[in-house]
């Protein structure tokens, strides 16, 4: 059986009693980071073999380990902190266990993106993950682009030193007063949920040094409905679409529409992979 066990992601207290029974009788432990997932071992009052699995030795690692499945061993699969695979090495062992006809099981627990909706006060009934945005300034706020009109919240996570870029990105390509929250430190000693729109929450970052220390997830609230110019926006929009460039093209449409700008770009790459270029 290959166990995809959930670790807590701050607070010891949250590890489920099933948890720590599957992580005591494993054959083994496949941890992201075996230094990590030792100390937390520990303070659990356990003790098993560790076998490290991270992004860089997943795909060499996966045969070994489905070997070990296939001869009767018990191998639960850790993260450093959450559930396994989010964002998180993990799938190339649980989809060749599946090819393999071994059986693959969950035991729940936390994690960052739920325990952040939970409590942002954003809706939570349907939701986007994204995981990490790209590093580049330039691929990420083409990628939020095309994120803004998505009408469900939207969770990311970010690395603590891009925060404040991040979040003045997505008040460009979302708007500054979309609603937003950065939830810091989940289950920590610090933890801190800030609330507030984007362009607030850009503004604090810049100014609160705390707001970027630590882990974080930001949400951002969805897209409003399409008002009813969206019809004649992306009328508009295939007809450019076919002479200009997408950026050229949502500032053209905008002008003529009176849609903002930002939401006729989102739009405009959107309509741009279904509309050939120099098609007539």
């Given at each position: 059986m290959l166990y995809v066990v959930a670790t807590p992601i701050g607070n010891l207290g949250d590890i489920s009693a099933r948890a720590r029974e599957i992580l005591a009788a494993a054959s083994a432990v496949a941890a992201e980071d075996t230094r990590h997932s030792g100390r937390l071992l520990r303070e659990l009052g356990l003790e098993?073999?560790?076998?490290?699995?991270h992004e860089h030795n997943e795909r060499a690692r996966v045969a070994e380990l489905v070997a070990r499945l296939q001869r009767g061993e018990n191998i639960a699969l850790v993260s450093d902190a959450g559930t396994p695979l989010l964002s998180d090495p993990g799938y190339l062992l649980v989809a060749a266990a599946v090819a393999a006809?071994?059986?693959v099981?969950?035991?729940?627990?936390?994690?960052?993106?739920?325990?952040a909706l939970s409590a942002s006060g954003l809706p939570c009934d349907r939701f986007c993950f994204e995981g990490f945005l790209p590093a580049r300034a330039a691929a990420r706020r083409q990628r939020l682009a095309e994120l803004a009109a998505e009408p469900r919240t939207l969770v990311l996570y970010e690395a603590p030193h891009r925060i404040a870029q991040c979040l003045e990105d997505l008040a460009g390509a979302c708007g500054g007063e979309r609603r937003a929250c950065v939830a810091r430190e989940l289950t920590k000693r610090f933890e801190t949920f800030y609330r507030g729109t984007l362009a607030e929450l850009a503004a604090q970052a810049?100014?609160?040094a705390d707001l970027a220390r630590g882990e974080s997830v930001i949400l951002v609230a969805g897209a409003p409905a399409a008002?009813?110019?969206?019809?004649l926006l992306d009328a508009t929009l295939r007809v450019l679409l076919r002479h200009l460039p997408p950026s050229a093209a949502a500032a053209a449409a905008a002008s003529l529409t009176g849609v903002r700008r930002a939401d006729a770009y989102a739009r405009a790459l959107a309509l741009a992979r279904d509309v050939p270029p120099g098609t007539t």
């Open positions: 098993r073999p560790l076998l490290s699995l006809g071994i059986a099981t969950p035991v729940p627990g936390p994690n960052a993106v739920i325990a810049r100014s609160d008002e009813p110019g969206a019809g």
